[in-house]
């Protein structure tokens, strides 16, 4: 045994860096008494269990089930465990008692659910097919096809249902894959279900543009009938023309001028449940162009020498923080702490209070001062990631983002 682990050993000499070949070369045997021990590392235990992909002993199965159950053992090693002992049927009463976590464990359990052919685990999977985190939610999507493979589109659509904005996510998803119009689910109550309607709209190229424009006169809600026209444009027809015939529908958010307006809507485009009128404003509007961030920094600097206020180099914020980035940079002055947007025109003080002369030289010389009544004012209805989460956010926090 001692040979047998060295031999492994070198095979995988550090953390990423395994032999496959040559681990696929070691008898089986040797591999899962290997994988099977916890006291190893898990990231030697993960090669050796790859390398038994069709070839487990049937003697090492019991041993390699119980490290599947230990929830002391690292989840790295409980996953390839999975991938690799997918048909084993003895351990779907097991897989049924799951729940979330937060290490994916969870999300192979339900993708091994589905391999074995288990019909009660498609409501579960069809919530992780429309997860926002793209690869739980391609689990998902390949879990829900084992599903279909196995017993038929209706079977799982019938399992499924409708009750759930996730649920008719799948039941928009296979109608389109049939061949059908799935404008339909525009005029869902859900913005998942409508978004996901738009995608496959212009990704199957049904219904045909004709349709398309006739569904934005006619379509039953004003919501619905923005979705036709994103769709539209995402095909690449200009929307213009038709958005100023729908008398220019916009979300309104009281404090949020134009020029604020423009300037957030031309850097975010909107994730995960975005109203469709900040995309569809987005498509429609002439929006300016970026500041030259140097050209700009430039004159911040000029502005604040000339008010005797001696700037230090400006500092983008990913750079202040050693990691990151986003969307200012950050001067230090003999009076406090300045940040200034590279959306426009736009600065704030670094840090709360701000002297009166710091403020003026920079307002005399053509920049905007963002406040924290003005900053803290919500931009509805456009979500944005930031960190972890997909949710809208203040004018401060889009004006002045940073993302580690």
């Known amino acids: 045994m001692l040979t047998a682990r060295w031999r492994i050993k070198s095979l995988i000499p550090k953390a990423g860096k395994a032999d496959e070949a040559g681990l696929r070369a070691v008898a089986p045997e040797l591999l899962a008494r290997y994988a099977a021990h916890r006291k190893h590392p898990w990231w030697r235990r993960v090669p050796c269990v790859h390398a038994l992909r069709g070839r487990v002993p049937e003697a090492r199965v019991p041993s390699l089930l119980d490290r599947v159950r230990d929830l002391d053992d690292e989840s790295a090693v409980r996953i390839a465990l999975l991938e690799v002992l997918h048909d084993r049927v003895e351990l779907l009463p097991w897989l049924r008692e799951q729940v979330a976590d937060d290490f994916g464990v969870y999300e192979a359990c339900l993708h091994v659910r589905a391999m074995l052919g288990d019909v009660t685990a498609a409501p579960a999977i069809a919530t992780l097919a429309n997860s926002p985190w793209t690869h739980r939610r391609r689990i998902g999507e390949a879990a829900l096809e084992s599903l279909v493979a196995r017993h038929g589109a209706a079977a799982i659509q019938l399992q499924v249902g409708d009750a759930r904005a996730e649920d008719r996510v799948f039941q928009v998803r296979v109608e389109a894959r049939g061949g059908a119009d799935v404008t339909r689910a525009f005029a869902d109550v859900d913005v998942d279900v409508a978004r996901t309607a738009c995608e496959l709209v212009v990704a199957t190229g049904i219904p045909d543009t004709e349709m398309l424009l006739d569904y934005v006169v006619t379509g039953p809600t004003m919501t619905a009938r923005l979705w036709a026209m994103l769709a539209l444009h995402r095909r690449g027809r200009d929307i213009r023309e038709l958005w100023h015939a729908l008398d220019c529908p916009r979300l309104e958010i009281a404090g949020l001028d134009d020029e604020l307006r423009l300037a957030i809507v031309r850097d975010y485009p909107g994730t995960g449940r975005t109203d469709p009128r900040w995309l569809v404003e987005a498509a429609a509007v002439d929006l300016p162009a970026p500041p030259d961030e140097q050209a700009q920094l430039a004159r911040v600097t000029a502005a604040l020498d000339a008010a005797g206020l ?95």
């Open 310 to 404: 001696a700037p230090g180099p400006a500092r983008e914020i990913g750079l202040v923080n050693n990691q990151g980035g986003g969307t200012y940079h950050v001067i230090e002055t003999a009076a406090g702490t300045i940040e200034v947007s590279t959306l426009g025109r736009f600065v704030r003080s670094g840090g709360g209070y701000a002297p009166r002369k710091l403020r003026q030289a920079l307002e005399d010389a053509g920049f905007r001062w963002i406040d924290p009544e003005l900053g803290a004012i919500l931009v509805t209805g456009l979500c944005v990631y930031y960190f972890g989460k997909r949710e809208p956010l203040d004018i401060e926090t889009l004006l002045f983002y940073w993302q580690d």
